[in-house]
């Protein structure tokens, strides 16, 4: 810490953990008397909060006093004043504060700094800027309260905000400005900044000080119980005098150390005011969001040019760079709210930090921790971690050759010259110039020419050029789609040859099936007028009845119908309109449709003689319904309505056999002659048109039997039986299913 007192330099550091101070001749810059403590004079950590003032012989600072910085404190110190403080571990008084800047006015001392609101608590932890101010003259309070501590602290809150239906806070104050003279007002200047986990942007406002000390003559906030909100104090209950005001010679009382107990109380529960300070013109004069920094440090010449009418902002950011604004002339004294930054123009944005000569060029190694304007000299002084370094304040020769560049800078330090050139005008210039501040005779001149225009927009240092930025875009574009183009084309030729290549195979098989198919059809001379319709066909009872759950005949003529399905299976299949119709009937333990010459075969499929005997039952047998007898509709799980009643036209069909032995229950002998395979004509020569398949159907019919053993009579014509087969191969097929799921 380095404070200036009149021809002495007070300097603080820390020595092992310990705070100390000494005093430095301006002079010869060597110790001038002992060195003392700096405890709450100087931190423990650079990083920690310090602010100092000297005035009148005292020291004024705002630090912490221990080294986990938890007690925050505003101490004066030397001098003939007694030694104060702040009340210690007080959240209504201090809530994790961050001390920014100190200034002196009138009859106080003003000290801007940030810190947790205790009156937003509700909200968690909100972030608000204050100003606090105390007495040069305060003497501490009686020994009952406040004793050696500060009993004229009042603080209140800065309001930095683009107004609106909803304010939009900038509430983290960085930076402040000594006290400005701007059009006869004295004015300061603090840069702020939204908080890391909100929109990115800065802006800097302005704040006239008689406004700040009226604010502190307003009302008092305050907190009834710790779950209440925060509100303000009727003014019938603030005590008199005022608390927080200065006592002094010839007043009632002229001494704070002699104010009542109510009086002092009263200021040690309510320390904060209830409005908040405005900013001049209600909104901030320059505004900067959703940049790639934030603005930390200002300084301002408020007599910049020849003649020094202007006020130029200088802003350092936590890159490093330097961002100089223009203040308009007036401005502050509108009335009337103006738009944000409507009171500012920006001049130009330059590069002060150079890695040659400071060391590494990193975050940390750029953060700038100070900003000081040499008014004298022209330039600025800037302080890194690892260098100082000493930038001009214009750089006039950049626009030389060029008079519509030089005037439209708009900069104050420069001016064209009868010679061509623009130059950076010293104080009180001799020689002629012309300046363009307003913006407003640049439109007359030509174009400059020999100038080099590297981008499409004006862009300051560090940000990746506009031109490189679209190629890359369009290149990216263009490899992309090609990329994309060639993965498409070779995925639909792919799909193609694949679906080709299927398309052959499924030929193949079809053409293979139907060469067969007609070779048989061809061999056998099916005739599909012989066939059956499903509409002549009755339906199949659900299950068989009584013992024959097992359906063993049933199963065998399923694997038989399997055979026929595949043309590998069996040597005979049916004709494509038959094997349909086949199809769409369900296969029951009454209704299947077989093959003639398997007929005989199943007939005796043991081969002893005795057909459709169970290695492991006994005799089965079957009941059939009489004929002429109607059997109610079926239901939909398995039976089947609207059966056609018998007629005469219908043909007459064979139950199929399902005991041993193959006889019937009841009923006259079954016949081969009684066959009839066409419902639409008479009676015909038995064997006429038999072909290889036939159904047996379990519709109403004459009762009959087949022969003792079980081997059914074969029509007329129907030539030689075949020999036996075996039908193990076809288990493979599995058994289907009749609609009642069995």
Known sequence: MLVRNQNLLFVCGTNAFNPICANYSMDTLEPVGDNISGMARCPYDPKHANVALFTGGMLFTATVTDFLAIDAVIYRSLGDSPTLRTVKHDSKWFKEPYFVHAVEWRSHVYFFFREIAMEFNYLEKVVVSRVARV??????????????????????????????????????????????????????????????????????????MTQVAAVFEGRFREQKSPESIWTAVPEDMVPKPRPGC?????????SSSTFPDEILTFVKTHPLMDEAVPSLGNAPWIVR??????????????????????????????????????????????????????????????????????????EDERRLLGLELDKAAGSLLLAFPPCVARVPVARCQQ?????KSCLGSRDPYCGWTPEGSCVFLEPSPRTAFEQDISGGSTSHLGECEGLVTESFVDEPDGLVSVNLLVISSVAAFVIGAVISGFSVCWFIGHRDRKELARRKDKETI?????????????????????LPTPEQT???????????????????????????RDPGASGTRLHAG?????????????????????????????????????????????????AGVRRPPRSSYGDFGGTPR??????????APGGEGGDFVEGPPWHPEQLNFNANNGTQRPGAHLKRNHTFNSGEAPAGGYGQHGTAPRAPGAGPPRALTDLHHLLRYGMERTPSGK
């Not at 200065?246 to 002229?254: K, L, Q, S, V």
């Not at 738009?339 to 990193?362: A, I, K, M, N």
């Not at 626009?399 to 008079?403: E, I, Q």
């Not at 209704?591 to 003639?596: R, W």
Request: charged letters at 20%.
């Open 510 to 530: 079809l053409a293979h099936s139907e060469s067969v198919e007609l070779g048989k059809a061809n061999q056998h001379d099916l005739d599909s007028g012989v």
């Open 646 to 655: 018998p007629s005469p036209d219908r043909r007459r069909v064979v139950s």
């Open 399 to 403: 626009h030389s050759g060029c008079m």
């Open 246 to 254: 200065c006592a002094a010679p010839g007043m009632r009382y002229n």
């Open 135 to 208: 007495c040069k003259n305060d003497m501490g309070g009686s020994q009952r309260v406040l004793e050696k501590q500060w009993t004229s602290f009042l603080k209140a809150r800065l309001n930095c905000s683009v107004p609106g239906d909803s304010h939009f806070y900038f509430n983290v104050i960085h930076a402040v400005t000594d006290i400005l003279e701007l059009n006869g007002r004295p004015v300061v200047l603090a840069v702020f900044s939204t908080p890391t986990n909100s929109i990115p942007g800065s802006a800097v406002c302005a704040f006239d």
């Open 578 to 626: 038959a094997g349909r119709s086949a199809r769409g009937m369900p296969l029951s333990c009454h209704a299947i449709l077989v093959d003639q010459e398997l007929e005989a075969e199943l007939s005796d499929s043991s081969g002893d003689g005795h057909g459709g005997r169970d290695h492991h039952e006994g005799p089965r047998t079957r009941q059939h319904p009489s």
């Open 289 to 362: 969001t959703m940049s790639r920094y934030q603005l930390r440090k200002i300084v301002v010449d408020n007599a910049a040019g020849p003649w020094g009418n202007h006020t130029v902002v200088f802003l350092g950011s936590s890159k490093g760079t330097i961002l100089k604004f223009l203040i308009h002339p007036n401005a502050t004294s509108s009335p009337a709210p103006a738009p944000p930054g409507s009171q500012s123009v920006f001049l130009e944005e330059f590069e002060t930090y150079q890695p040659g000569r400071c060391g590494r060029d990193t």
């Open 538 to 564: 009755p339906l199949q009872q659900k299950r068989c009845p009584g013992a024959l759950q097992n359906c063993t005949w049933e199963q065998n003529h399923n694997i038989i119908n399997a055979a026929l």
